[in-house]
């Protein structure tokens, strides 16, 4: 990993990505599945502001753990229609831009990846 960004600049990027979340969320009814969009839009919103709030009280490699331990716990729905499980694929591409704003090494993103559940471990 690069050098990692300070807390206050950690806020600063989630902030903007925040922002850009809400326009989506806002132009939800433009689009051909609404509803998805605005679930997709809103888990991303709440992850950034999870991550934002834990970079005010904690260090910035605490926060990338956190994110990582996040990225975990997702299930895979990769195979799954584009409009299917809209909150699970909103968070990942949350926690996914994250990892690029901090300049994650993409090994450790693949290892996280890995370790992450299939779909069906959930129904168990």
Known sequence: ??????????????????????????????SSH?????????ARRAVYTELAECAERSAPED???AALALYRELPFVSGS???????IRGRENALE??????????????????????LDALAR
């Open 63 to 65: 926060v990338v753990a």
């Open 81 to 87: 229609g584009d409009t299917q499980y809209p909150d």
């Open 1 to 30: 990993m690069k050098e990692l960004m300070g807390s206050e600049e950690i806020v600063r990027g989630l902030k903007h990505y925040r922002r850009i979340a809400k326009q989506d969320l806002l132009r939800a009814d433009e």
């Open 97 to 118: 831009n994250f990892f690029l704003m901090v300049g994650l090494d993409p090994k450790l993103r693949r290892e996280a990846r890995r370790e992450r559940p299939p």
């Open 34 to 42: 609404p509803e998805e969009v605005r679930r997709h839009a809103e």
